[in-house]
């Protein structure tokens, strides 16, 4: 018997209403754990190249990992792919979500869930464990999240189901517009509500009660525990905890500050964050997490938690908005109308440099208007808005990711990124450790390293990109890299601590 | 009497509570097989844990129809005696919190057993919502932290 996996498929069609279980052979989980590697060879399989965004089958899948929906500390992400809107040609786009989705759907009894199809009228999603309908949602059309959510939780007569929805945004298939979940976590970067706005599908909504088996129960009892205690020592945990995850801002700040605004005043950015902060009225945490960075905001009357400092940057400095008021005002229209922060933002970094320092200065107004012909007015103009921009326009939002390497395990894990990658909290021996507890399944190094490489290898052919390990590739730490690196370090140190001890 | 005081304004929803019970109690994780339960109000961000408060004079033990539910001789505790349950669920009615909860296999009742004085739920909650000792501290406590709110209104005045 499967242990830690759940084993199953949950594969949904929308237009013929229909939805089947598939299982999922205990050599690919083992080969891709789950999340990410999952989604990857889902689509290596059935959707080689790229479709259209738009078209219904263009399949959303949702995965999660071996330790979702367990105590290991961190665990509860969800991993996202379809063929994106947003990336330019469409195709195969990720993101990861935080919160309690992937929970849930595992405690469904699914590893992955892949919706298919279009409805012909607006449902939403209820999967009660292995029970599957396809609820009319015509009355929670055009509705906003908030409002949605607590629909469907009063409509099943249960508050504990978990929700993700799309709002109005999506409804009207906005390319920037994501889902939302609890009302704090999103799938950005992707264009999730488009996706369901095509499909014309409102919300998932999923209760799910099926315990999790593991291999080893105490072991993994024992190890959560060493490990949830270490986290919660940690310096830098502590200091996300008491101010919130506005502790990370000053990292965040000097890669995406605002250009072309000149200098500001000093302390600015301090200011803002401390006038963010006097509205902070509690904490949020995801999944079995022992960190709890997410910060609940009351403003006029409305509640929004899990606010992570990407989110606020991109509707304050980011925008050149320092004035803590606004960038809550902006964040709370995203929120209830389901826009994702982080592309909507850059899109109005764009705008208001346009409307500030204009891309278009009052002599090309004037030259352009002396234009008869239509056409050549319009070439005229296009050649003008590209040619004078002087920042890049990038509509998907700059992230750097320190080790990529380490992303794609957080990520095949469902472990969350900031403690895995940002703040290394977790050593690659410790999850290694978790997953044998949680499955039985004791995976060497090379293995992972293997797997790591083949999940980048996967997507890079999905997304039509070259990958050559030896070749200078654009991400210098391929194959022999990043992983290996970082083993031989843990390795070193463990081999220095028993030295240590042992002088 | 030492019970597992809950402080809700600290609790952040992260069910670390409820997956440590039911790993080390039953061997699985799974809310549903979990002994407290967080409840939550998403729209207004209130997450409020629900456990056995091993009250001094339990109604679930008056109700009982089966003398099922008593207090056990030596501890703290108000238990199920599994053998004589029904699962008629009085309980379930008669506690004011209906903190005792169905196991998902059994059908019988089950309540907080204090981890035989060490409450794990206790150890993982890192928000501080869940605590462990005799029921002064909460009070205090709770007395000590109104008490610095009224301090800092009127040194800011």
């Given at each position: 018997?499967?242990?830690?996996?759940?084993?199953?498929?949950?594969?949904?069609?929308?237009?013929?209403?229909?939805?089947?279980?598939?299982?999922?052979?205990?050599?690919?989980?083992?080969?891709?754990?789950?999340?990410?590697?999952?989604?990857?060879?889902?689509?290596?399989?059935?959707?080689?190249?790229?479709?259209?965004?738009?078209?219904?089958?263009?399949?959303?899948?949702?995965?999660a990992?071996?330790?979702t929906g367990?105590?290991?500390?961190?665990?509860g992400w969800t991993?996202?792919?379809?063929?994106?809107?947003?990336?330019?040609?469409?195709?195969?786009?990720?993101?990861?979500?935080?919160?309690h989705f992937g929970a849930s759907l595992k405690?469904?009894?699914?590893?992955?869930?892949?919706?298919?199809?279009?409805?012909?009228?607006?449902?939403?999603?209820?999967?009660?464990?292995?029970?599957?309908?396809?609820?009319?949602?015509?009355?929670?059309?055009?509705?906003?999240?908030?409002?949605?959510?607590?629909?469907?939780?009063?409509?099943?007569?249960?508050?504990?189901?978990?929700?993700?929805?799309?709002?109005?945004?999506?409804?009207?298939?906005?390319?920037?517009?994501?889902?939302?979940?609890?009302?704090?976590?999103?799938?950005?970067?992707?264009?999730?509500?488009?996706?369901?706005?095509?499909?014309?599908?409102?919300?998932?909504?999923?209760?799910?009660?099926?315990?999790?088996?593991?291999?080893?129960?105490?072991?993994?009892?024992?190890?959560?525990?060493?490990?949830?205690?270490?986290?919660?020592?940690?310096?830098?945990?502590?200091?996300?905890?008491?101010?919130?995850?506005?502790?990370?801002?000053?990292?965040?700040?000097?890669?995406?500050?605002?250009?072309?605004?000149?200098?500001?005043?000093?302390?600015?950015?301090?200011?803002?964050?401390?006038?963010?902060?006097?509205?902070?009225?509690?904490?949020?945490?995801?999944f079995?997490?022992?960190?709890?960075?997410?910060?609940?905001?009351?403003?006029?009357?409305?509640?929004?938690?899990?606010?992570?400092?990407?989110?606020?940057?991109?509707?304050?400095?980011?925008?050149?908005?320092?004035?803590?008021?606004?960038?809550?005002?902006?964040?709370?229209?995203?929120?209830?109308?389901?826009?994702?922060?982080?592309?909507?933002?850059?899109?109005?970094?764009?705008?208001?440099?346009?409307?500030?320092?204009?891309?278009?200065?009052?002599?090309?107004?004037?030259?352009?208007?002396?234009?008869?012909?239509?056409?050549?007015?319009?070439?005229?103009?296009?050649?003008?808005?590209?040619?004078?921009?002087?920042?890049?326009?990038?509509?998907?939002?700059?992230?750097?990711?320190?080790?990529?390497?380490?992303?794609?395990?957080?990520?095949?894990?469902s472990?969350?990124?900031?403690?895995?990658?940002?703040?290394?909290?977790?050593?690659?021996?410790?999850?290694?450790?978790?997953?044998?507890?949680?499955?039985?399944?004791?995976?060497?190094?090379?293995?992972?390293?293997?797997?790591?490489?083949?999940?980048?290898?996967?997507?890079?052919?999905?997304?039509?990109?070259?990958?050559?390990?030896?070749?200078?590739?654009?991400?210098?730490?391929?194959?022999?890299?990043?992983?290996?690196?970082?083993?031989?370090?843990?390795?070193?140190?463990?081999?220095?601590?028993?030295?240590?001890?042992?002088? | 009497?030492?019970?597992?005081?809950?402080?809700?304004?600290?609790?952040?929803?992260?069910?670390?509570?409820?997956?440590?019970?039911?790993?080390?109690?039953?061997?699985?994780?799974?809310?549903?097989?979990?002994?407290?339960?967080?409840?939550?109000?998403?729209?207004?961000?209130?997450?409020?844990?629900?456990?056995?408060?091993?009250?001094?004079?339990?109604?679930?033990?008056?109700?009982?129809?089966?003398?099922?539910?008593?207090?056990?001789?030596?501890?703290?505790?108000?238990?199920?005696?599994?053998?004589?349950?029904?699962?008629?669920?009085?309980?379930?009615?008669?506690?004011?919190?209906?903190?005792?909860?169905?196991?998902?296999?059994?059908?019988?009742?089950?309540?907080?057993?204090?981890?035989?004085?060490?409450?794990?739920?206790?150890?993982?909650?890192?928000?501080?919502?869940?605590?462990?000792?005799?029921?002064?501290?909460?009070?205090?406590?709770?007395?000590?932290?109104?008490?610095?709110?009224?301090?800092?209104?009127?040194?800011?005045?």
């Amino acid at each position: 018997m499967i242990k830690g996996w759940t084993g199953k498929r949950l594969r949904i069609d929308l237009g013929f209403q229909k939805a089947w279980v598939e299982d999922i052979a205990p050599a690919d989980l083992r080969q891709w754990f789950g999340g990410r590697g999952l989604n990857a060879s889902f689509f290596v399989q059935h959707f080689p190249s790229p479709i259209s965004p738009a078209s219904p089958e263009n399949p959303v899948a949702f995965a999660a990992g071996p330790l979702t929906g367990t105590l290991a500390p961190a665990s509860g992400w969800t991993s996202i792919a379809s063929i994106s809107p947003i990336l330019d040609p469409p195709r195969y786009g990720i993101t990861r979500m935080a919160g309690h989705f992937g929970a849930s759907l595992k405690g469904a009894g699914f590893d992955q869930c892949i919706i298919q199809g279009r409805a012909n009228r607006p449902v939403y999603l209820w999967i009660d464990g292995e029970e599957v309908k396809f609820e009319k949602a015509d009355h929670l059309w055009g509705k906003e999240t908030t409002g949605t959510t607590v629909a469907i939780q009063e409509e099943k007569a249960d508050r504990s189901v978990e929700v993700l929805c799309i709002g109005p945004a999506g409804e009207r298939r906005l390319p920037f517009a994501n889902a939302i979940h609890r009302l704090s976590w999103t799938g950005d970067h992707l264009g999730l509500g488009y996706l369901f706005g095509v499909k014309q599908l409102k919300a998932i909504a999923i209760r799910g009660k099926k315990p999790i088996t593991l291999h080893d129960p105490q072991r993994f009892l024992n190890l959560c525990l060493g490990l949830k205690d270490r986290i919660q020592k940690d310096r830098k945990i502590r200091r996300l905890r008491e101010s919130g995850a506005f502790s990370l801002l000053e990292r965040e700040g000097g890669v995406m500050m605002k250009q072309g605004t000149g200098r500001l005043p000093f302390g600015s950015e301090k200011q803002w964050a401390i006038s963010l902060r006097t509205h902070v009225s509690g904490r949020q945490s995801c999944f079995s997490c022992p960190v709890h960075c997410g910060v609940n905001i009351e403003y006029q009357r409305g509640y929004f938690g899990g606010i992570h400092p990407e989110k606020a940057w991109h509707w304050g400095p980011q925008i050149g908005v320092y004035n803590g008021e606004w960038t809550l005002k902006l964040l709370r229209f995203c929120q209830t109308r389901g826009l994702d922060p982080f592309l909507a933002g850059s899109l109005l970094t764009r705008i208001l440099e346009g409307v500030e320092t204009g891309p278009l200065s009052e002599e090309d107004l004037r030259q352009a208007d002396g234009i008869e012909d239509q056409g050549e007015k319009a070439f005229f103009i296009l050649h003008r808005l590209i040619d004078s921009s002087r920042k890049e326009f990038d509509l998907v939002a700059s992230r750097c990711p320190e080790n990529e390497d380490l992303d794609v395990l957080a990520d095949i894990l469902s472990f969350c990124l900031v403690v895995v990658n940002r703040l290394n909290l977790m050593t690659v021996s410790n999850m290694i450790d978790l997953v044998h507890a949680a499955t039985g399944y004791a995976l060497s190094k090379k293995e992972l390293r293997d797997t790591i490489w083949n999940i980048l290898q996967m997507e890079s052919r999905l997304q039509n990109k070259q990958l050559h390990p030896t070749d200078e590739s654009p991400l210098p730490h391929f194959g022999e890299g990043q992983i290996s690196e970082i083993l031989r370090k843990e390795e070193h140190h463990n081999e220095s601590i028993i030295h240590g001890t042992a002088s | 009497m030492n019970t597992v005081s809950v402080i809700p304004e600290r609790c952040t929803g992260c069910q670390c509570c409820e997956m440590v019970c039911s790993l080390s109690h039953e061997g699985f994780c799974s809310p549903s097989l979990s002994r407290i339960r967080v409840k939550k109000w998403e729209e207004i961000s209130v997450f409020i844990p629900i456990i056995c408060q091993q009250c001094e004079k339990p109604p679930c033990v008056d109700i009982c129809p089966t003398g099922a539910r008593e207090r056990t001789p030596g501890t703290d505790t108000v238990m199920t005696d599994e053998n004589r349950c029904v699962g008629c669920k009085s309980c379930l009615y008669a506690c004011p919190y209906s903190a005792p909860v169905l196991h998902l296999l059994t059908k019988r009742t089950m309540t907080c057993d204090l981890c035989h004085g060490q409450p794990l739920c206790t150890q993982v909650c890192t928000a501080g919502a869940l605590s462990y000792g005799p029921e002064g501290i909460l009070s205090t406590e709770k007395r000590r932290a109104f008490a610095q709110t009224l301090l800092h209104s009127t040194r800011s005045r």
